[in-house]
């Protein structure tokens, strides 16, 4: 009896939850502009966790990671109406580029669960090749979560320019990628992110406290040198006191990747 009591009990916490889901997915392409609840992205991963554990299914979300534990793992999601955006975010509460847990070794490598979770992009697209992560006041969403798409013409031009000059393994300023904005580049010198957190690397060379990291924008991109790609970790201070224009993850990577002619496909 009691177990019976206890299913119908699960059953209507699901429905609640659904409930809640449906209005706070549907809220997530407006958060931007309105900024009315900087937990909503949040309150979605923990819908999107109930759901996949009850049922197996991660609605709302593309997809649901837990071969790591809750503590450890990731959705990816796309809001279902506006301007499309394929994020992945963690399944534990991560505040965002800032967040120390980020700087410990038990932490996983969340870009390059991003950068394998490009096959859930939108169909007929060009496949994504960069990703990218908001400052703390860039952002409308105190959930870290990371931007799957493409680098925009003028980040790719300039990264492509500078890409084979730049020393492997050195964090070196580059010119040309964002309008007004210092930006640094360190070349891995490498086709694969496994053995590069860039989160940590950043860190190490170019933001060591909490507040210089909560100021960092952040991209990683993939880009052909000599006939085989390699990632390039890109970062910028966000400029708080004024006189260039505040710097987004959208200056920098389009989730909606346009096709374009005669570009090859990053692996």
Same mark, same amino acid.
């Given at each position: 009896?009691?177990?019976?009591? $206890? *299913?119908?009990?699960?059953?209507?916490?699901?429905?609640?939850?659904?409930?809640?889901?449906?209005?706070?997915?549907?809220?997530?392409? +407006?958060?931007g502009a309105?900024?009315?609840?900087?937990?909503? &992205?949040?309150?979605?991963?923990?819908?999107c #966790?109930?759901?996949?554990?009850?049922?197996?299914?991660?609605?709302?979300?593309?997809? @649901? $990671?837990?071969?790591?534990?809750? %503590?450890?793992?990731? !959705?990816?999601?796309?809001?279902p109406?506006? *301007?499309?955006?394929?994020?992945?975010?963690?399944?534990?509460?991560?505040?965002? +580029?800032?967040?120390?847990?980020? %700087?410990?070794?038990?932490?996983?490598n969340?870009?390059l669960?991003?950068?394998?979770?490009?096959?859930?992009?939108?169909?007929?697209?060009?496949?994504?090749?960069?990703?990218? @992560?908001?400052?703390?006041s860039?952002r409308?969403?105190?959930?870290?979560h990371?931007?799957?798409?493409?680098?925009?013409?003028?980040?790719r031009?300039?990264?492509?320019?500078?890409?084979?000059?730049?020393?492997?393994?050195?964090?070196?300023?580059?010119?040309? #990628?964002?309008? $007004?904005a210092?930006?640094?580049?360190?070349r891995?010198?490498?086709?694969? &992110?496994?053995?590069? $957190?860039?989160f940590?690397?950043?860190a190490?060379?170019?933001?060591?406290?909490?507040a210089?990291?909560?100021? &960092?924008?952040?991209? !990683?991109?993939?880009?052909? !040198?000599?006939?085989?790609?390699?990632?390039?970790?890109?970062?910028?201070?966000?400029?708080?006191?004024?006189?260039?224009?505040? @710097?987004?993850?959208?200056?920098?990577?389009?989730?909606?990747?346009? *096709?374009?002619?005669? @570009?090859?496909?990053p692996?």
């Amino acid at each position: 009896m009691r177990a019976r009591r $206890d *299913k119908h009990l699960q059953r209507f916490e699901f429905i609640g939850w659904a409930g809640a889901v449906i209005a706070l997915t549907c809220a997530l392409p +407006v958060m931007g502009a309105a900024a009315s609840d900087r937990q909503a &992205l949040w309150h979605v991963v923990r819908a999107c #966790v109930a759901n996949f554990q009850l049922t197996g299914a991660a609605f709302p979300c593309l997809k @649901v $990671d837990l071969s790591g534990g809750v %503590q450890n793992g990731f !959705v990816v999601l796309r809001p279902p109406f506006g *301007k499309t955006d394929t994020i992945l975010t963690p399944t534990r509460k991560v505040i965002g +580029v800032e967040d120390t847990w980020l %700087q410990t070794p038990s932490s996983p490598n969340y870009f390059l669960a991003a950068w394998n979770a490009r096959e859930l992009a939108p169909e007929g697209a060009e496949t994504p090749s960069a990703l990218a @992560v908001n400052s703390s006041s860039s952002r409308s969403q105190d959930q870290l979560h990371i931007h799957i798409g493409c680098l925009v013409a003028g980040a790719r031009l300039g990264l492509q320019a500078a890409a084979a000059k730049l020393p492997i393994g050195v964090w070196q300023r580059i010119e040309f #990628v964002i309008p $007004d904005a210092d930006v640094w580049a360190y070349r891995t010198g490498s086709p694969n &992110l496994a053995g590069f $957190d860039p989160f940590r690397l950043a860190a190490q060379g170019l933001a060591v406290t909490t507040a210089e990291r909560a100021r &960092l924008i952040m991209a !990683v991109a993939a880009v052909r !040198v000599d006939a085989r790609d390699e990632f390039f970790v890109l970062a910028s201070r966000a400029d708080l006191g004024g006189s260039h224009p505040q @710097v987004t993850a959208e200056d920098v990577v389009d989730p909606t990747c346009p *096709k374009r002619a005669n @570009v090859s496909q990053p692996k």
